[in-house]
């Protein structure tokens, strides 16, 4: 039965024809073969990847461990399950503005060069476009909880103090 199946792309993609296949029992949805555990790590390390465009930024402090730093709090389930979507079209997918909110944090609490950059100059480089868009615009709405503060600085505190040992 496998041999007669066509794989469906976008430009194939048309909704009469696919409804007339599911009335007569020919269509047939493969399921995602990425388990949720998968998914939620594929997330993260996107994530990594979009703050790493802002490595440079980092204050002198931070400067040659801002890449742990993101790790260590991207171990934490509260925060990084946070910045993660749970619904809509965009679920298992990272949340932007979040990260845009939780950067901004950070920028406050000196991880960033805040004498040099705004929150707006690191949006810009994480996007890698010139002007801002809706992952700005939309961090504002998305702010930190009060938990999620506390234990940020908790873990930057620690964060400075296992550097310095170092």
Known sequence: MEAKLKPVTLSDFNTATLRKAAREGRLFIQPSSLSPEEARQ??????????????????????????????????????ADSLITTRGKHEGQPNWCRVTSLVAF?????????????????????????????????????CLTREHRVMLNRLLKEFSLKSEEK
């Open 106 to 142: 950070l920028l406050d609490r000196g991880v960033y060069r805040i004498q040099e950059f705004t929150t707006v100059d690191l949006h810009l480089r994480m996007e890698q476009v010139t002007r801002r868009n809706n992952h700005y615009t939309g961090s504002g709405t998305v």
């Open 42 to 79: 594929r997330a993260l390390n996107d994530i990594l990847q979009y703050v790493g465009r802002i490595d440079a930024c980092a204050s002198q402090q931070y400067a040659g461990h801002i890449r742990a730093l993101w790790q260590e709090i991207l171990v934490h389930a509260e925060i």
